[in-house]
């Protein structure tokens, strides 16, 4: 497996009062959220059409769980499957089960200081 990582999925943090923080971005910076926040739309090193998602999530959402921290980061992978079996190889922990949508898989694992990592193996022709 020669690229584990393909780019940053997303950034999901915690905040009191999501839809206030959508707004405030919306206005200040001029970010075009809607319900879920922010899909940055881009092109891989091929042309392929890619999405990053930036969301902000209730402070009290368990999604981020067992980690603690305010924020967690989703990558995007090739082969979730695979990356998950070579890193529970190497001991790292794996978090739930693998999880299928119409837009792609996900797995969780969390990193040497607790930190919730979502890997994603993307779909990002279901956005189009």
Same mark, same amino acid.
């Given at each position: 497996m020669k690229n584990r990582v393909t780019g940053l999925g997303g950034f999901f943090f915690k905040t009191k009062? &999501?839809?206030?923080? =959508? =707004?405030? *971005? =919306? %206005?200040?910076?001029?970010i075009p959220?809607?319900? *879920?926040?922010? /899909?940055f739309w881009w092109k891989d090193k091929d042309?392929?059409?890619?999405?990053?998602?930036? /969301? &902000?999530? =209730? %402070?009290?959402t368990t999604y981020f769980q067992p980690s603690e921290k305010q924020f967690m980061m989703n990558f995007r992978v090739e082969n979730l499957v695979e990356l998950l079996d070579a890193l529970k190889e190497e001991g790292v922990t794996i978090v739930g089960e693998i999880e299928e949508y119409d837009y792609g898989k996900f797995g969780w694992i969390l990193d040497p200081e607790g930190n919730k990592l979502e890997l994603w193996e993307p779909i990002d022709k279901a956005f189009l």
């Amino acid at each position: 497996m020669k690229n584990r990582v393909t780019g940053l999925g997303g950034f999901f943090f915690k905040t009191k009062d &999501p839809d206030a923080i =959508k =707004k405030w *971005y =919306k %206005e200040r910076l001029g970010i075009p959220t809607d319900q *879920y926040g922010w /899909s940055f739309w881009w092109k891989d090193k091929d042309g392929n059409d890619c999405m990053t998602q930036w /969301s &902000p999530f =209730k %402070e009290d959402t368990t999604y981020f769980q067992p980690s603690e921290k305010q924020f967690m980061m989703n990558f995007r992978v090739e082969n979730l499957v695979e990356l998950l079996d070579a890193l529970k190889e190497e001991g790292v922990t794996i978090v739930g089960e693998i999880e299928e949508y119409d837009y792609g898989k996900f797995g969780w694992i969390l990193d040497p200081e607790g930190n919730k990592l979502e890997l994603w193996e993307p779909i990002d022709k279901a956005f189009l």
